[in-house]
């Protein structure tokens, strides 16, 4: 069976290869950054986020338990999920019309807008609900749930108050058991 640390570090290197295809500039982190607290100067911050903002973070929010078959055969046996939540950050750029804006790059990268050619991350987790490692099994959230779960999408604001620094945010849920 799998780690925590295992399953985490290997979602980690696949989700940040999923990121790179759309801007290779993306970093992607599993620690908890004290960079981020509002508040930081601007260059701090940046020094994590990049500029323009292409950054993700995957953080630990805990355990489930699940009851489930991941070899195919008749042994159902009890799973300990492990729980995070998912953030990407992408720079705002303001533009005149939806097709020269950061939005539009943005909602490409989340959802598939622009093809098979750079899959949008989310539909890529979808399908691709199985990994493994050595040779042990894990996947991308429970049988019975999207493989992402509680996705939410808005704006996010680096900045102090007068002074906003807005990115586009896409956060989400997702279980590795």
Known sequence: ?????QKRDDFHTYFLALLQVHDST??????ERRELVLGLARETRERVTGNPVRYASILDIGQTVADIDLEGDDDVLDYTGHRFEVRVFWDVAWASTYALSSQKLFEEMAYNASGDLKPGILQSIRENRQRSVSSDVYQFGLPSQDAVIDVERGLWDFGDIGQPELSHYLKFEIILV
């Open 26 to 31: 993306f970093a992607c982190d599993v620690l």
């Open 1 to 5: 069976m799998l780690t925590f640390v």
